[in-house]
């Protein structure tokens, strides 16, 4: 299987900070790579696909870059909805696989 | 707007059985591919299973292959995954996912997920 690697795990930021997090695969995916928002107790939310690609109705805040192996997800101005753990999906094989996640705190 | 329901989560002894249904509304079920997610407590998410719109090669993870089967019924739009031999670690929140992609036969992110089930294997 491809296993995906987020850094870091747990990120303390303020409101209105810049916040990036990394996610890195163990072999090159191209661009099949999701990142979803999770609130406890909520299913996740896709936020982007094909590494860059904005969902429909998700804030242009958030973007997304990387191809191959390294990818990032960066939130331009952090808002107090944005207070979540952030995963990354691969699906460059017939095996989904997710990173362990990143929890964005309020620091 | 597209809905996914869960149900047929509990508490469970391990070695049985349980079956899981998503009701699915909002979309045109029978075109999609439909993914099995699940989420271990305080844990990150897992991928289980997919099954392609129209019912052929099922792929499954590891961890649950040759215990759980995944299947559909596109006249009850209804997703469903049978839970053979459960385990402890099996316990979790389960999450029916509308895979992205129409006709597609691999899978894609997903865009569309239920609220979750939740099964407690325990003793």
């Known amino acids: 299987d491809i296993q995906m690697t987020q850094s870091p795990s747990t990120l303390s930021a303020s409101v209105g900070d810049r916040v990036t997090i990394t996610c890195r695969a163990s072999?090159?995916?191209?661009?099949?790579l999701a990142w979803y928002q999770q609130k406890p107790g909520k299913a996740p939310k896709l936020l982007i696909y094909?590494?860059?690609i904005l969902q429909s109705g998700v804030p242009s805040r958030f973007s997304g870059s990387g191809s191959g192996t390294e990818f990032t997800l960066t939130i331009s101005s952090l808002q107090p909805d944005d207070f979540a753990t952030y995963y990354c999906?691969?699906?460059?094989?017939?095996?989904?696989?997710f990173g362990q996640g990143t929890k964005v705190e309020i620091k | 707007q597209v809905q996914l329901v869960e149900s047929g989560g509990g508490v469970v002894q391990p070695g049985t059985s349980l079956r899981l249904s998503c009701a699915a509304s909002g979309f045109i079920f029978r075109s999609y591919g439909m993914h099995w997610v699940r989420q271990a407590p305080g844990k990150g998410l897992e991928w289980v299973a997919l099954i392609p719109y129209d019912g052929t090669n099922k792929y499954y993870a590891d961890s649950v292959k040759g215990r759980f089967t995944i299947s559909r019924d596109n006249s009850e739009n209804t997703l469903y995954l049978q839970m053979n031999s459960l385990r402890a670690e099996d316990t979790a929140v389960y999450f029916c996912?509308?895979?992205?992609?129409?006709?597609?036969?691999?899978?894609?992110?997903?865009?569309?997920w239920g609220q979750g089930t939740l099964v407690t294997v325990s003793s």
């Open positions: 094909e590494a860059s």
């Open positions: 072999q090159s995916i191209n661009s099949w």
């Open positions: 996912a509308k895979d992205s992609i129409l006709a597609a036969q691999s899978p894609h992110y997903f865009d569309s």
């Open positions: 999906q691969q699906y460059n094989s017939y095996s989904p696989t």
